[in-house]
């Protein structure tokens, strides 16, 4: 048991340890910061997609007709 604790009381003292450098916690925190957002885009889009298939189509209006008179005599 004192072995223990004195191996813990060394790893956290070395400034090597990956776990408590600074860069590393930033580089964890980023990635995760990636991965949530990336999530919250991808939830975001399929959502979007699913509403559009909800939405009814526009009504579309007939095609307009054209004016066409016949050319006057002279």
């Given amino acids: 048991m004192k072995l223990l604790c004195l ?3 060394i790893a956290l003292g070395v400034p090597g340890c990956s776990m408590f450098d600074r860069r590393s916690r930033q580089e964890r925190a980023y ?3 990636l991965k949530q957002t990336q999530t919250a885009g991808a939830k975001r889009r399929q959502s979007i997609i ?3 298939a909800e939405m009814p ?3 579309t209006a007939p095609p307009p007709q054209e004016n066409v008179q016949p050319p ?3």
């Fill in 50 to 52: 699913k509403q559009r």
């Fill in 57 to 59: 189509s526009p009504p």
């Fill in 31 to 33: 990635s995760k910061y």
């Fill in 72 to 74: 006057e005599n002279e």
């Fill in 7 to 9: 191996v813990l009381i």
